[in-house]
Structure formats: structure tokens, C-alpha cells
């Protein structure tokens, strides 16, 4: 099995910074692209930035200038800097990655971590 392990969630001041991480374990041949998103009750949830393979990034516009995504192939782990933090990002944040777990696995297969709250005061 496959497991997306999240850490580096809390609470902090507006202004503040947090690091998340994102630890890929069990049977995996390869990992293509990884991401992160958020949720807040009553919406749906958002994408907040993406990596790939080779460390193409892509983020929303909410977090542009902001956020810094991340990873270490070695270690199959993605972060997600957050810096000058608003009251607005105030959200469950989750882990997504797309892993191959066998090498004659056709495609790719989405995966998911529990995710990880992140709480913003003003």
C-alpha cells in the first residue's frame, strides 16, 4: 500500500510562516507529479500549488509571491513554504501525488494524505 504521510500544520499570527511536508511510503516505482491543496468548510476544495517531476511549479493566484513549493525525489517528499500568512488561508490543507506502484502499472494513480489544518489569526 501506499501512504502520504502530512506534518507542519498549527496555528499562527497573520504574518507568520509555516513549512508543511509530505512523506510518500510503501510500494512506489515512481512518483510524476505532486501537489498541494486546501479546503474550508462549505467550498470546495482548491488547488494551491503543483510540482513536477523535474520541479516545474504552478500556483494559484491567492498564494503567488507567497508560497514556495518543493520536493526531494530522493526522500519522495514534497513542502510547501508559507510565508506572510493571511487570515483568508485558514484551511485543511492535503498532500496529492500521482504514483506508479509497479513498473508494467499502466498510467498513473492519485493518492491522497488526511490532511493537515492550518489556522491563520488576525
Known amino acids: 500500500q501506499v501512504q502520504l504521510v502530512e506534518s507542519g500544520g498549527g496555528l499562527v499570527q497573520a504574518g507568520g510562516s509555516l513549512r508543511l511536508s509530505c512523506a510518500a511510503s510503501?510500494?512506489?516505482?515512481?512518483?510524476?507529479?505532486m501537489g498541494w491543496y486546501r479546503q474550508v468548510p462549505g467550498k470546495q476544495r482548491e488547488l494551491v500549488a503543483v510540482?513536477?517531476?523535474?520541479?516545474?511549479?504552478n500556483y494559484a493566484d491567492s498564494v503567488k509571491g507567497r508560497f514556495t513549493i518543493s520536493r526531494d525525489n530522493a526522500k519522495n517528499t514534497v513542502y510547501l513554504q508559507m510565508n506572510s500568512l493571511k487570515p483568508e488561508d485558514t484551511a485543511v490543507y492535503y498532500c496529492?501525488?500521482?504514483?506508479?506502484?509497479?513498473?508494467?502499472?499502466?498510467?498513473?494513480?492519485?493518492?491522497w494524505g488526511q490532511g493537515t489544518q492550518v489556522t491563520v489569526s488576525s
Open positions: 510503501g510500494s512506489i516505482f515512481r512518483i510524476n507529479v
Open positions: 496529492n501525488a500521482e504514483i506508479k506502484t509497479h513498473i508494467l502499472q499502466p498510467g498513473w494513480s492519485d493518492y
Open positions: 510540482i513536477s517531476s523535474r520541479s516545474i511549479t
